[in-house]
């Protein structure tokens, strides 16, 4: 299993304003993602976290809003850049391990922002 | 593409009644099935998962079996508790897919005393 710890994990932020959401895992796992969770809706995943090269982001998700870093195995970042009330959500940071056979992905708690 | 129907709630139920949430997939590979399980104000926990057709996943009195012949993975418990009270996920893995997830509507589960 995976522990996966997040931070802040929980923030009120002003509108226009950035946030940089941080994910570490306590142990080397072969991929992480980053998934929002709009209220009262089920998650959707942002994006990729690709170790030493830039992240893939799915449809509808932008680097220039949702820059994400991942410098090592085990440590990632995921900033929400310019936000607006409707990026109140909670972000998820989850990572894979395993193998091809028994892969399990884990998550974090999760980090609940509210933006005024 | 992947996706997952999950059946729709709320469900409400008593204590110690019997619990089923549907859970049926489309997916192009083999893919291995969760449950997660979301607690009011946490953040999403692993229930169970099952890897191939025929595997059973359990965890905490609750059940899930893996069918390929009819692309499901049915949540069961025998006799939930007020504790219980959550929303589940159903989600698939697909490998074809970067093993990322794809995750069902969510089932809001209330438990009464």
């Known amino acids: 299993s995976a522990v996966i710890s997040q931070k802040p994990s929980r923030d009120i932020c002003q509108r226009g304003t950035s946030l940089t959401i941080q994910c570490q895992v306590d142990?080397?796992?072969?991929?992480m993602f980053w998934y929002r969770q709009q209220p009262g809706q089920s998650l959707t995943l942002i994006a990729t976290?690709?170790?030493?090269?830039?992240?893939?982001?799915e449809s509808g998700f932008v680097i220039d809003k949702f820059p994400i870093s991942r410098p090592n195995l085990t440590f990632s970042t995921l900033t929400v850049s310019n936000m607006s009330p409707e990026d109140s959500s909670i972000y998820l940071c989850?990572?894979?391990?395993?193998?091809?056979?028994?892969?399990?992905?884990?998550f974090g708690e999760g980090s609940w922002l509210t933006v005024v | 593409g992947n996706s997952v129907t999950q059946m729709e709630g709320p469900v409400t139920l008593s204590e110690e009644a019997f619990l089923t949430i549907n859970c049926t997939y489309t997916a192009t590979g083999y893919p291995s099935l969760f449950w997660y399980v979301q607690y009011p104000g946490e953040g999403l926990q692993l229930l169970l998962k099952?890897?191939?057709?025929?595997d059973k996943g359990s965890n905490k009195g609750f059940e899930a079996t893996y069918r390929k012949e009819t692309t499901s993975f049915h949540l069961e418990k025998g006799s939930v508790q007020v504790s219980d009270s959550a929303v589940y996920f159903c989600?698939?893995?697909?490998?074809?897919?970067?093993?990322?997830?794809?995750f069902g509507s969510g089932t809001q589960l209330t438990v009464l005393p």
């Open positions: 989600a698939l893995s697909d490998r074809g897919s970067a093993r990322q997830l794809t």
């Open positions: 976290a690709n170790q030493g090269s830039e992240a893939t982001y």
């Open positions: 989850s990572a894979l391990t395993g193998t091809n056979s028994g892969n399990t992905i884990y």
């Open positions: 142990s080397q796992v072969t991929m």
């Open positions: 099952a890897t191939k057709a025929d």
